[in-house]
């Protein structure tokens, strides 16, 4: 089998197999990917503090724990853009910038832009129209789901981002923090319920 490879290239092809595991090593070392979240900490992730009045609140000390892990991971951030699609997200928001639903490119979230807030949004739903998704997701799911969200709407780039889709691109790539960019045009599709913007 390995008759055909004179010795001359026995040193360029071990310097190549050596290349692709020391860059598979570095890519795991670098971000590993933890597929399943222990059951412990997906318990406690379903224990928001949330303020009286549903807006707002603490995250779980697990979140804390866990180095805030649904706002920062790329793959926890992908499987958040792959859950916005799977359950129908866009029906209501398009790409962000709202339809049926409020924007998230606006500057203006009706019950604030903190982690907290979006969970509590997704997991309990709210008036007018957001369903609640507690018995249709995990937890973890809804937390991944919230990332994303909160992805769409940032001022900020993060370092962690997904990957970007392969249709239509109505706005820039979630990791050049989209919100900031099309907020300098004004505000994008203010929702009538929502009140004047900020």
């Known amino acids: 089998m390995f008759r055909g490879i004179n010795k001359a290239k026995w040193p360029f092809l071990a310097t190549f197999v050596l290349l692709v595991v020391a860059g598979a090593f570095l890519g795991w070392a670098r971000q590993p990917r933890e597929l399943r979240t222990d059951p412990p900490i997906a318990a406690d992730l379903d224990h928001l503090r949330l303020m009286p009045n549903g807006i707002s609140g603490a995250p779980p000390e697990s979140y804390f724990a866990e180095g805030k892990l649904y706002e920062s991971d790329a ?7 792959r859950l916005y699609d799977w359950f129908g997200c866009p029906s209501c928001h398009r790409d962000g910038r709202g339809n049926v639903g409020p924007s998230f490119l606006d500057g203006w979230w009706l019950y604030g832009p903190e982690m907290v807030s979006i969970v509590a949004s997704i997991r309990d739903g709210r008036p007018h129209g957001m369903p609640a998704f507690r018995d249709r997701m995990t937890i973890e799911e809804i937390w991944q789901l919230a990332g994303y969200v909160q992805t769409i709407g940032a ?25 900031r960019i ?15 913007s900020p």
């Open 75 to 81: 793959y926890n951030l992908s499987q958040g853009q």
């Open 155 to 179: 001022y900020s780039a993060k370092v962690g981002a997904t990957g970007r889709k392969d249709d239509r691109q109505t706005r820039p790539a979630e990791n050049r923090a989209p919100a």
């Open 182 to 196: 099309l907020f300098d045009e004004g505000p994008v599709g203010v929702h009538p319920d929502q009140g004047p």
